[in-house]
């Protein structure tokens, strides 16, 4: 008893200097909570950020800024999503990814070289589109000669008008008949007709439904070798050999002497319907 006492004291003084540190640090944060309006203090900066008092017509811009300053924030970290949804890179990456999978490699080429390939070619088709957003939006507002509304509108609409021209009428009428926005079977004849709520999504099952027919075609000729191996190999007896492990090899060299890279990059690329000059 005596030892853990002996090991005791010398901590209870620095307990007690603890406590009372504590102490005097809530009561003084409880006497400037007090004195201090910090609702107050956040309208007093708020007025002279705007250089006059609350409620005035300065305030309300410094507030419509704030809100156009949080709106594009948003704009930005959704911009992989957008860059997904309205342009061709949905299909350039399921397209690569089946490939793969139809080669029987797991990891190679890895999705870092497959996406940023996908990527690169989505800037090579996606050209002319984002000259038109340059040109008609995004310059004029930098040189203040429109507002933000007419630039994002501006900037919108060559968007919109690549996604109308690459989408089949059938799914734009199946999201228009859902929508109550049209009649049924019926497609407006140019891209303002379409509202976003119905292009965005028509122009993604679109995508997903030519990104797997390429990949069905895809598969037809590895699937051949894939059959071929596998019959020599049991022809020959060697059932305990997987195909997998003999077939690879020639479904590579295969893919490679027809010059497969260039013969699908060039295919996927030419398969978009670009619409320049806003039309």
Known sequence: MGRFLLFAAPRRPALVSGLVVLAVLAGAGGAWAQDTDLGGLIRDLSSTLGGTEPGSDTGASLSGRLIQLFALITVLSIAPGLLVVTTSFTRFVIVFSMLRSALGLNQTPPNMVLNAMALFMTFFVMQPVFDD???????????NAITEEQAM????EPFRAF???NTRDKDIALFQDIAGEAEPDVVPDAAEGVSWRVMVPAFMISELRRAFTIGFLLYLPFIAIDLIVASVLMSAGMMMLPPVIVSLPFKVIFFVLIDGWYMLAGSLMQSYLTVTGGG
């Open 133 to 143: 957003a340059w040109q008609s939006g995004l310059r004029p507002l930098m040189q």
């Open 163 to 165: 996604m109308f021209v």
């Open 153 to 156: 509108m501006n900037i919108a």
